[in-house]
């Protein structure tokens, strides 16, 4: 069952370049004429995408709405919480929707009691998005990160499943990660983990990881990003540029990573090539310090050398960049919460993931806008990309209507649990 939202207009939007540079204009050819045309008349006028057309109609406060992606308290989209109250100034998970025009929100396990309970929230917040459908996220890595595991099959982690050498199986459970999520009105997965835990004492991603070989692993990630996407829901390849080799954790601390430009080449990029390479749809960025990829001391997350220069121009990955979480210490160690939103999005990021303060997030960014800081271009280009990530997954116009029954038949299903075991064994 589908809502369908009309959505009209004309206007073609260009995009500048990934960068955000705008390109010089280029001379147009001369028309040539055919019989039923003559010199005098027009050419015909190309049809807007469905892209350009949902863009042309928005907001700049609309626009800077769909980069961001907070968590919100809550187990229905009309519970009133105090938590919202304080942090959003809005009581209700619905009511901070539509205050905020947010392009997408990320559950927790504070937001899952049961099977119906999920798919009415998640439907609920679909209904409160006025304009655009919204992308609902979470972290179901499977394993130590699993943010669903109360309702959900117990697939092993990434650790288990790089053990078994078997990327049939990695596929497999995607797929059956994402047809699970999807049943509960999720449709963007914070997965697959792409790093590469070369260092044992790694606090942050350890078992997270497939394993220390960054061929190996880059199979890994590139299976399960063919997973998801054949259960239809968007794939996240995290943390760029690569948090295998880091001894701190990146949520209480700023971790370094002196890797060079080589090992990079060698030990962590692996695996984000091979992820562009099999269509994921978004790639996270990491809270590290890596000098040799940036010399400023600034995270990757707010470098433009890092999202910009490597991940959009030397990769050439055209998807959707997404901060890690902004609340982590490891991004808010130099700059104020509003600046951090300003600063990621001039390094390259799309979708700003739980600013820390969602309301100065959002001033500032619209500041930034209206003052120049950050071009109206630049700010198309993020949106272009997340509504274009939107419509490659079925969301554009028309917000799904999950099924608590259908739920019921695919969550912990006889199939997904022998899959589990399977790679247990």
Known sequence: MLRRIGTT???????????????????????????????????????????????????????????????LYGTAADTVSGENQARYAAQTPAKVVA??????????????KSVAQVVGLTNGLQQSAKGVPLLIGTDQENGLVS??????????????????????????????TGDELRSLGVNLDFAPVADVNVNPRNPVIGRRAFGNDPKKVAKMVAAAVEGFGDAKIASTAKHFPGH??????????????????????????????????????????AHIVFPKLDPSGDPATLSKP????????????????????LNMAGVRKKYNDGEIA?????AGADLLLMPNDLPKAYEAVLAAVKSGRIS?????????????????????TEAPVASAKTAAGVLRSGEHRKLAARVAR
């Open 306 to 325: 890092i999202l910009t220069g490597l991940l959009r121009e030397k990769l050439g990955f055209k998807g959707v960049i997404s901060t890690d979480a």
């Open 376 to 396: 109206k271009e630049r700010l198309d280009q993020s949106v272009t990309r997340l509504l274009t990530l939107k419509q490659n997954r079925g969301l554009l």
């Open 342 to 346: 300003v600063r990621a999005v001039l």
């Open 99 to 112: 205050k905020y025009h947010l392009g997408g929100v990320i559950l927790f396990p504070q937001n899952v």
């Open 9 to 71: 207009g004309l206007l073609v939007i260009a995009l500048t370049a990934c960068g955000g540079g705008g390109g010089s204009a280029q001379t147009a050819p001369p028309v040539r004429t055919t019989p039923s045309q003559s010199p005098l008349e027009s050419p015909p006028q190309a049809k807007a995408s469905p892209v350009a057309r949902v863009l042309s109609k928005m907001s700049t406060e609309e626009k800077v709405g769909q980069l961001l992606m907070p968590v």
């Open 244 to 285: 295998g080799d880091t001894s701190v954790d990146s949520h209480t601390g700023l971790p370094v990573i002196k890797h060079t430009k080589a090992e990079w080449e060698r030990i962590d990029a692996p695996p984000f090539r091979a992820a562009i390479g099999a269509g994921v749809d978004a790639v996270m960025s």
């Open 147 to 176: 943010r669903m595991s109360a309702l959900m099959t117990d697939f092993p982690g990434a650790a288990e499943i790089g053990a078994t050498k078997n990327l049939g199986l990695s596929r497999a459970v995607a797929k059956a």
